[in-house]
């Protein structure tokens, strides 16, 4: 139940995943501070930066996470010793549960970074693209150095999300 005068919030959270070198770090900090480091240090573990947005008038927070990557992400299926029934039920209950989350409240998308070398590309953008629409994944071409895209790619997976959620 909302007060009046209170504005709904969101908390969505965001990770940055990809090879060591990529950009991840300059995509987000060109992203929440609009910097650039053209020499930027390897990240240690991760951190996060808050990033706020309006969407139809509500106040949308992103929590971005900058990985080093080299992680690799697992997800813990949990169950309670302590109630009867780790069979049938539960494990049904942990799929619908997965499927329903995977679904509807996340959103994955595909970004080729550095977009500006167009003179020493490797990866036609036709390459992304249809390894993106292949695995479902929405796709966009970057750069953090100058700024293409970055903007646009972040309000897209926050927005999906938002109107999956909302
Ligand atoms: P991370 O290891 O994935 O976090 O990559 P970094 O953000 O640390 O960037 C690695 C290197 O690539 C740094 O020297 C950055 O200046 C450079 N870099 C990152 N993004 C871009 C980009 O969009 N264009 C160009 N030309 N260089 C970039
Ligand atoms: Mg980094």
């Not at 008038?57 to 009867?84: M, N």
């Not at 990866?123 to 071409?141: C, D, N, R």
Request: proline share 1%; with cysteine.
């Amino acid at each position: 139940d909302e007060s009046e005068g209170e504005t709904e919030e969101y908390l969505f959270k965001v990770v940055i995943i990809g090879d060591s070198a990529v950009g991840k770090s300059n995509l987000l900090s060109r992203y929440a501070r609009n910097e650039f480091n053209l020499h930027s240090k390897a990240t240690i573990g991760v951190e996060f930066q808050t990033q706020s947005m309006d969407i139809d008038g509500k106040d949308v927070k992103a929590q971005i996470w900058d990985t080093a990557g080299q992680e690799r992400f697992f997800f813990f299926l949990l169950y309670s010793t302590c109630r009867s029934g780790v069979g049938e039920c539960s494990r049904n209950e942990c799929e619908d549960h997965y499927e329903a989350h995977s679904d509807t409240t996340v959103a994955k998308m595909l970004v080729g970074n550095k977009c500006d070398l167009d003179n020493i590309r490797e990866v036609p953008v036709e390459e992304g693209k249809a390894l993106a629409e292949a695995e479902g994944l929405f796709f966009m071409e970057t750069s953090a150095l100058d700024s293409t895209n970055v903007k646009t790619a972040f309000e897209i997976v926050i927005k999906e999300i938002y109107s999956n959620v909302s």
